[in-house]
């Protein structure tokens, strides 16, 4: 994937989650399943994602595991936001490589904070913070959902 400014999305597959917004992107490109044919549901259930941050000055990217339960807790807290403008969504995948915030304020502005630390490394993380608002949010929401869509949690 390449970033050019933070908003180049034009090499992202469709399988892409973005948050987007003033000044910064975070997004999730699902591949596939890690282990598609795995027999125990909980090893089935992972997901191979490239997870990309560009804000303000710094952007990387990295390789991360997330689980399709994760997904759909984050589609279903980034929703009751959406509905309500009000609240806090909060997103860490097991592995606490990426942890996002969503701060929504009641006239439809949200605020994104985090870290991301890859493979909960010591030589170094990202702290982030912009600014979006719910149009960007719905955007994500519409992605989010057909990626569970397509990758539905396995129950067995």
Do not use: C
Request: proline share 3%.
């Amino acid at each position: 994937m390449t970033l050019l400014g933070g908003t180049d999305m034009l090499d992202l597959s469709p399988d892409a989650v973005v948050f987007s917004g003033e000044g910064g992107r975070i997004a999730f490109e699902i591949s596939d399943y890690e282990r598609p044919g795995a027999p125990d549901y909980h090893d089935a259930n992972w997901l191979t994602v490239s997870v990309s941050i560009a804000v303000g000055a710094f952007s990387g990217s990295f390789g991360a595991s997330l689980g399709t339960y994760e997904l759909v807790e984050l589609l279903r807290q980034l929703r009751g936001g959406i509905d309500t403008l009000s609240g806090t969504v909060t997103f860490e995948n097991m592995e606490r490589d990426l942890l996002m915030r969503i701060e929504f304020g009641q006239r439809g502005e949200a605020r994104i904070s985090g870290e991301a630390k890859p493979n909960s490394s010591l030589q170094g993380s990202l702290t982030f913070a912009f600014e979006t608002d719910q149009s960007y949010l719905s955007q994500a929401v519409e992605a989010l959902s057909a990626v569970v869509r397509r990758f539905p949690v396995k129950t067995r």
